[in-house]
């Protein structure tokens, strides 16, 4: 049973919840705890580490880009308490967001001569231009990025990262946990468990909509000496797909308060 989703986004950055409709979506879902992660950016609305919301227990969290050479990868921060550094950081990367995000509107406006309903701003990604495009075309929303905007594709614009151990910095500076998102996403799975000897946690729940080898992962948690988190990736409503049952979550809590 899922108690704690600790992969939520809001529409702070591609999510569709808000801080206010968050209790409501995981009362339905039966969530006790939810970990607000969104893109490259703090939540100012949450005002420590750990906070309760309409009996909702929310963990201020955030999600990171970062070049590690071979591959990017998502570090998952749990148990924000800002830095100035941090803020920074956020504050240039959503610069570079938005500066990105008008070159893929102008690409993909040239390209299909439409008109996009979204504009560039702090917190802009692929996902609301794929949206928009899917409301002003024929293509669907994941055609969008299989076709259009995808990586190597011809709208693709790459955004401008920290580096893995600046980032992991920064996290490991503000945050009271700091985890690899969702190991087998990425081309190279071994190189990025690989970079889990400098974290803290590994994401081990994680809906991949595929089966995965849990025993490389497993392996890598007792290696390392690695907390297990787990979480939805919600961008939508619908919390608890996946994430920690309540004996994983005590063990995370511990590290957070």
């Known amino acids: 049973m899922v108690v704690a989703d600790l992969h939520v986004h809001t529409t702070r950055s591609d999510g569709s919840l808000t801080l206010s409709t968050l209790p409501d979506a995981a009362a339905d879902a039966g ?24 009996g909702l227990t929310l963990v201020h969290g955030i999600e990171l880009r970062v070049d590690a050479g071979d591959q990017r990868l998502d570090l998952l ?34 390209r299909l001569d439409v008109s996009l309903s979204v504009e560039p701003r702090a917190g802009l990604g692929r996902p609301h231009i794929a949206r928009a495009i ?10 969008a ?15 401008e990262v920290p580096d893995f151990d600046r980032g992991r910095e920064l ?8 985890g690899l998102a969702h190991p087998f996403r990425y081309r190279d799975t071994g ?20 089966s ?17 988190t787990g979480g939805s990736d919600a961008h939508d409503r619908q919390l608890g797909v996946s994430g920690l049952d309540g004996d994983a979550w005590a063990r995370v809590r511990e590290r957070l308060v």
Do not use: K, M
């Open 134 to 143: 899917a409301e002003a075309t024929d293509y669907s929303y994941q055609g």
């Open 191 to 210: 190189a990025a468990l690989d970079r889990c000897r400098d974290l803290d946690a590994v994401e081990r729940w994680y809906p991949y909509g595929r």
């Open 31 to 54: 969530v006790d705890v939810v970990a607000v992660t969104d893109h490259d950016r703090v939540q100012p609305a949450l005002d420590g580490p750990v906070t309760t919301r309409d």
């Open 212 to 228: 995965v080898d849990i025993d490389r992962l497993a392996d890598a948690i007792e290696r390392y000496d690695l907390l297990p």
């Open 171 to 178: 996290l490991s500076d503000a945050c009271g946990l700091v």
């Open 77 to 110: 921060g749990y148990g924000v308490e800002p830095t100035d550094a941090l803020v920074a950081e956020c504050a240039r990367i959503q610069r570079n967001r938005r500066e990105r995000g008008r070159a893929i509107i102008d690409c993909v406006e040239a």
């Open 145 to 159: 990025f299989d076709d259009i905007i995808g990586d190597d594709c011809p709208c693709y614009v790459p955004r």
